[in-house]
């Protein structure tokens, strides 16, 4: 399904892949728009490199959304940017909570790198063929992933002591 009707560059892009689903989406600050596109993962990679050779060359960002309650569960979410003429795409695709595996995009974008092991660390989103998917914020040694719905967040008792006032 595809909504890209004025807009000749995105028809072009989604057109060798079926299952794309294409809307049209508006910022809430501005008059301008930009294209939300979900793919399945395994056209992840092709599509990135599809992206990048009509145009879409600029990597913004990579982040991965827990849709808890969701199936499939895991979105990993990709923004490009084309400066000539200067447009945006978002790119989504989604990953069960018991496969949450989505092959890297390293070797398209290098600024990837950082974004994937950021959504390792904090979701366990697994990106095979990263060349160094390590934990990125957390300590090695920490167990589990702190963004993730499901996370148990604990409790550290806090000590109050008097205020300063001298009482």
């Given at each position: ?7 000749e560059?995105i028809?072009?892009?989604?057109e060798p892949f079926?299952?794309?689903v294409?809307?049209?989406r ?5 008059n301008?728009s930009y294209?939300?596109i979900?793919?399945?993962r ?10 990048k050779?009509i145009g879409?060359d600029?990597?913004s960002?990579?982040?991965a959304i ?7 569960r895991?979105e990993?979410?990709?923004n ?5 003429p200067?447009?945006?795409i978002v790119v989504s695709?989604?990953v ?9 995009l390293t070797?398209v974008?290098q600024g990837a790198?950082?974004?994937?092991r950021?959504a390792y660390?904090?979701?366990g ?6 060349p160094?998917?390590t934990?990125i914020?957390m300590p ?9 719905k499901?996370?148990?967040?604990g409790?550290i008792?806090v000590?109050f002591?008097?205020?300063?006032t001298?009482?």
């Open positions: 399904m595809t909504d890209t009707q004025n807009n560059t028809a072009a892009l989604v079926d299952s794309t294409v809307s049209e508006a910022y809430a600050s501005s301008s294209f939300m979900s793919i399945p395994d056209e992840w990679v092709p599509f990135a490199e599809s992206a050779a879409f600029t990597f960002d990579l982040f827990d849709h808890f309650t969701d199936a499939p895991y990993v979410v990709l490009l940017v084309s400066m000539r200067v447009e945006r695709t989604r069960p909570y018991d496969d949450p595996v989505v092959p890297t070797n974008f790198n950082f974004y994937e950021e660390d904090m979701m989103i697994d990106f095979p063929g990263h160094d998917l934990r914020l090695d040694d920490w167990v589990g992933h702190p963004l993730r499901d996370y148990d967040i409790a008792p000590e002591k008097l205020g300063s001298g009482e």
